[in-house]
């Protein structure tokens, strides 16, 4: 098999000292088994894959992307910036010309982080890969970028970031949240008013097997990327997919995970989730390495691996192929279902409870949207976690139009400090962030 | 008195040394097809009218290994590889037909599949009607489960001359370096082996009695007879002889680069807090990256014999080689030309030099004593720009941990160490390029020999304790032994460092010499539905490179 081989930068950081607890899953030695099968393979003796040393994330970075309470010193401690720093390196190589594509296999993820972080949740402080979006959308200029998501939680921290954003496509392939944390993610989920159709999910049964991911890749996941046109495609690679996966229930391989690397060709994976570290994570990561760079992972298997026993029912086959149609269709009429659903409204808003199961938290945000046809709109959030911290902020959108900015900027004017902690503005467009 | 010999590609060299100073050298051209002639008359040269007997010690370094392998003069090998899944096996591409057969184990030493005794059997056949007799058995994983790569041995090793095993080469990861490695040993197995024997010989006519010794690349020696059995260990022990040559003439303690300028290349090497940095995996040779520990050199095109020419309006040096530089007769201007004529140095003759380098000015349109100046100017250059590279690769290598990351320790060396025939006309220039003191040592031109003859025995060991499997493994000596599961780090340390210790006393070294450094000790809890069920400990201890005595 011979195929075209690419330049793959390959940012590796097991940060072998830290862990949340000493017994839970995201410990020290969550990759060291794929360090030993890197290494053992020979990986990074190849030509064209190089590996870099993780930067570390600044506050700067951070704000771009959060709004953290009270601030962002306060809700991270140094393995979120280097993880959130190896996510913004791995970046840094590809749009600098010095690598075709980039992995950061990074610890600990982030895809549960949501805009306001009262704490952690899902093992997640800050979201490495917003962060990292925001980052290059700052120093590059990048407009328009899609996430696929293949991690088998719902990434419901990406989803809130980017749920009001239009250039932000946020595609979710995960676990049905009907039999899993955090128990969100349908396909009714289909992003804010004024970015419809940028946010889609892809719900999948339990026990769905390499043949239902690829099928929803094929039919749904590839030509919506077609008709987005990104100029940039992230994966947030998570394994827990993964047949061998403790904490859920299916049955994705090693395998399956490089095909759809492959065929989805990122510009960029970060590692998200996945906690088989001894029988899934070195053969999945030694996969996707392989496929990134263009090598042949033909010969890459578990040891266990025994794809008729993996073999999924005709029931799920039937139900994919049935959900992938309807996914479809709401795609395509995504700008109809706009219409109707905004109507002449000038505002749309929502509420929200919120739980940190890591940090034992519970939030009740009220978040309004200004509705806008030119930018996604400012966002204003009141926030109350019962840590008894309430905020207030505004975002003014990347790429904002002018009265969007003007509305954020008074109604950051306005708002008396009083009850609050503290107002915050996050302006998206400009790089500014400001606290009183 | 010991004495020190490096067979090199160009030059033999031999040394003297008694107590702390070189009490006689000799140089004699090298005939690469007869090495022992070239290695007996150096050696008869320093040794005339002494007392062999009271030599203590005799090191040689020899390019034999190296040789063979760059020229291609080795022997078939039969290659066999329980691989197991993994990288495609058309990455496995060696000189000749790799046999993937049946077995392998896991990252944790665990077997996922077992051998077929059948299938070895009908290798072992078809070895012997082909005509082989020498063998690499490498198995993915064998450093953390050795008994596969044993097994087939003895099932093959009967009708062979010997077996090379992946596991005793290296402690280190990396599937595809261990095979070549293996591959390697094997294939000048049988050429080392009669070397070894004429060596010996040699050295029972010249009436020596003392112990003898054989450099590795890593700069550290051991036994004659312990070559025998992994001569590719030998290879590249050339630079490695140089560089410790260099330590042991000016002690050196801190952060600092060693430059060998040559003829034809100049050779960069770092010392970290005053010790010689190693390949982090292992050295490579010709088009094979192998697990022997070596030394970090980089090699550059450029040397005091580079051809000098002019391309489009520019200057070009190296990497070609004509011949010696013009003020010797050669046939084209040379850097050596350039430094002549900027009086930096007053060998050779003046005239030749400087119609030589007229010639370039001419081309250059500029004046003569300016085109030397940019010519040794751009030499310098090009070589300070590779050891800032090198010192660059150095500080990019990646950590991981936490911890290690900011602390973010930084080679910075101050002082240079220049050796070879340009080492005095270019030391300005290269310590003011580089922002580096200066040092030109005495003795330079036979730091090799010194080198090889100061240097102490090395070893390192790797122990990877599963407490939960209840196994320690150490593929240096290809010993699994059983442990309780209160195996701690501490545990492990003692039982690597004394294992180490019998080991280095084993290889040659002095008991009261041994200066044992751990180089890796980490220590993982593993855990089952979030309960330890064990702990896994992995520890790397050296005996650091280093000398027995330094001159004075």
Redesign the interface.
């Known amino acids: 098999?011979t195929k075209k081989k690419k330049k793959t930068a390959l940012v590796?950081?097991?940060?072998?000292?830290?862990a949340i607890s000493?017994?839970h899953p995201e410990?020290?030695?969550r990759l060291?088994?794929t360090?030993?099968?890197i290494?053992?393979?020979?990986l990074l003796?190849f030509d064209n894959i190089v590996?870099?040393?993780?930067g570390?994330a600044t506050v700067e970075d951070i704000n771009r992307a959060h709004i953290c309470v009270p601030d962002a010193q306060s809700v991270t401690m140094?393995?979120h910036l280097?993880s959130a720093g190896g996510a913004i390196t791995a970046a840094e190589k590809v749009l600098s010309g010095q690598a075709d594509n980039a992995f950061a296999l990074v610890r600990p993820p982030g895809h549960h982080a949501m805009l306001v972080v009262h704490g952690a949740r899902g093992f997640c402080n800050i979201n490495i890969e917003a962060i990292m979006i925001e980052y290059v959308r700052k120093k590059y200029g990048v407009k328009k970028i899609a996430v696929v998501d293949t991690d088998c939680h719902h990434g419901d921290g990406t989803q809130d970031i980017f749920w009001h954003d239009p250039n932000v496509l946020y595609i979710s392939v995960h676990q049905d949240g009907r039999t899993l944390y955090p128990g969100t993610g349908f396909p009714d989920d289909f992003g804010g008013p004024n970015a419809l159709g940028a946010t889609i999910n892809i719900p999948l049964p339990p026990r769905t097997s390499d043949e239902g991911f690829l099928y929803a890749l094929d039919n749904l996941i590839l030509p919506i990327l077609d008709d987005f046109q990104p100029d940039l495609i992230i994966n947030s690679a998570g394994q827990d997919n993964h047949y061998s996966d403790?904490i859920t229930d299916m049955r994705f391989s090693a395998q399956g995970y490089a095909l759809l690397n492959e065929k989805l060709s990122p510009h960029i994976a970060v590692l998200e989730g996945g906690y088989s570290i001894?029988d899934a994570l070195?053969y999945v990561n030694?996969g996707i390495i392989?496929a990134m760079a263009g090598?042949?992972?033909?010969?890459?298997?578990e040891?266990d691996y025994n794809s008729a026993a993996l073999k999924q029912s005709d029931d799920i086959s039937r139900y994919i192929e049935k959900m992938v149609q309807y996914i479809g269709n709401q795609w395509k009429q995504r700008h109809a279902i706009k219409e109707k659903l905004v109507g002449s409204a000038k505002h749309a808003g929502r509420k929200k409870n919120i739980y940190y199961d890591t940090d034992n938290i519970s939030e009740q945000q009220e978040e309004t949207v200004r509705i806008c046809r030119d930018c996604g709109g400012v966002v204003t959030i009141d926030s109350t976690a019962d840590t008894g911290n309430r905020i207030f902020a505004v975002i003014i959108p990347a790429l904002s139009c002018d009265a969007c900015r003007r509305e954020g900027e008074d109604i950051f004017e306005k708002t008396e400090k009083g009850k609050y902690r503290h107002v915050y503005l996050q302006d998206k467009d400009r790089g500014v962030y400001l606290a009183k | 008195m010991i004495l020190g010999i490096d067979v090199g590609g160009t030059h033999t060299d031999a040394v003297l040394v008694e107590g702390c100073d070189v009490r006689r050298k000799a140089k004699v051209s090298t005939d690469a097809s007869h090495l022992l002639t070239s290695l007996s008359r150096a050696v008869k040269a320093v040794l005339e009218g002494e007392n062999p007997l009271k030599l203590r010690r005799v090191v040689l370094s020899t390019t034999l290994s190296t040789n063979a392998i760059v020229q291609g003069k080795v022997d078939k090998v039969g290659i066999v590889l329980p691989s197991?899944?993994?990288?495609?096996?058309?990455h496995f591409q060696l000189k000749d037909p790799v046999h993937f057969v049946s077995g392998y184990v896991?990252?944790?030493g665990i077997e996922?599949?077992a051998i077929d005794e059948d299938e070895i059997a009908g290798l072992a056949s078809t070895f012997h009607d082909q005509g082989i007799r020498h063998a690499a058995v490498v198995g993915?994983?064998s450093t953390r489960n050795p008994l596969q790569e044993l097994a087939i041995k003895d099932m093959i090793g009967g009708r062979l001359r010997h077996v090379s095993l992946g596991h005793r080469l290296s402690g280190?990861?990396?599937?595809?370096?261990r095979v070549a490695t293996a591959y390697l040993n094997a294939s000048v197995w049988e050429t080392y082996n009669h070397f070894v024997g004429q060596v010996l010989d040699f050295i029972r006519e010249q009436n020596i009695s003392a112990p003898i010794y054989i450099l590795k690349a890593d700069g550290g020696t051991f036994k004659i007879s312990d070559s025998a059995e992994y001569p590719v260990q030998t290879i590249l022990s050339g630079p490695a002889a140089s560089i410790m040559g260099v330590l042991s003439i000016v002690s050196c303690h801190e952060d600092a680069v060693v430059i060998d300028i040559g003829g034809t290349t100049t050779d960069i090497a770092l010392f970290a807090r005053g010790v010689p940095l190693l390949e982090p995996l292992g050295v490579t040779i010709g088009d094979y990256?192998t697990l022997i520990r070596g030394m970090k050199t980089k090699s550059v095109g450029v040397g005091g014999d580079s051809a000098v020419s002019v391309e489009d309006g520019n200057l070009k040096i190296g990497p070609r080689r004509e011949g010696v530089a013009a003020a010797f007769g050669g046939p084209c201007p040379t850097p050596t030309d350039a430094m002549i004529v900027l009086g930096l140095t007053s060998i050779g003759d003046r005239q030749k030099a400087a119609e030589a380098i007229d010639a370039v000015a001419k081309e250059m349109k500029s004046p003569v004593e300016e085109t030397a100046e940019r010519i040794v100017g751009q030499m310098c250059g090009i070589i300070a720009s590779h050891v800032g590279q090198v010192i660059e690769d150095v500080n990019?290598?990646?950590?991981?941990?936490?911890?290690e990351?900011?602390e973010d320790a930084r080679l910075q060396p101050r002082v240079l160490y220049l050796v070879g025939g340009p080492a005095k006309p270019l030391s300005a220039n290269l310590g003011k390029l580089l922002g580096c003191s200066v040092f030109v040592p005495e003795h330079a031109e036979a730091a090799n020999a010194i080198g090889a003859a100061l240097a102490r025995t090395t070893a390192e060991i790797t122990l990877l304790a599963d407490t939960e499997r209840k196994v320690l493994t150490v593929p240096e000596t290809g010993t699994q032994v059983k442990i309780p599961a209160h195996f701690k780090m501490a545990d492990v340390i003692k039982a690597g460092e004394d294992m180490l210790r019998r080991e280095a006393v084993n290889m040659g070294a002095d008991e009261e010499d041994l200066e044992l450094e751990i180089v890796e000790s980490?220590e993982?809890?593993?855990?089952k539905?979030?309960?330890?069920t064990g702990k896994?400990i992995r520890v790397k201890i050296q005996v650091k490179p280093g000398l027995i005595a330094v001159l004075q």
Not at chain 1, 39 to 42: D, I, M, R, V, W
Not at chain 1, 295 to 301: E, G, K, L, P, W
Not at chain 2, 396 to 403: C, D, E, F, G, K
């Open positions: 098999m590796f950081f097991p940060a072998f000292d830290w000493p017994t410990r020290e030695e060291l088994y360090q030993d099968q290494f053992e393979e020979g003796d590996e870099y040393k993780p570390i140094e393995p280097i403790p001894e070195p030694v392989l090598i042949d992972y033909s010969h890459v298997r040891p | 197991g899944p993994g990288l495609s096996p058309s896991n990252h944790r996922m599949a993915k994983f280190n990861l990396n599937y595809p370096r990256k990019n290598r990646p950590v991981y941990t936490i911890h990351l900011l980490q993982f809890n593993m855990i539905q979030f309960f330890t896994n």
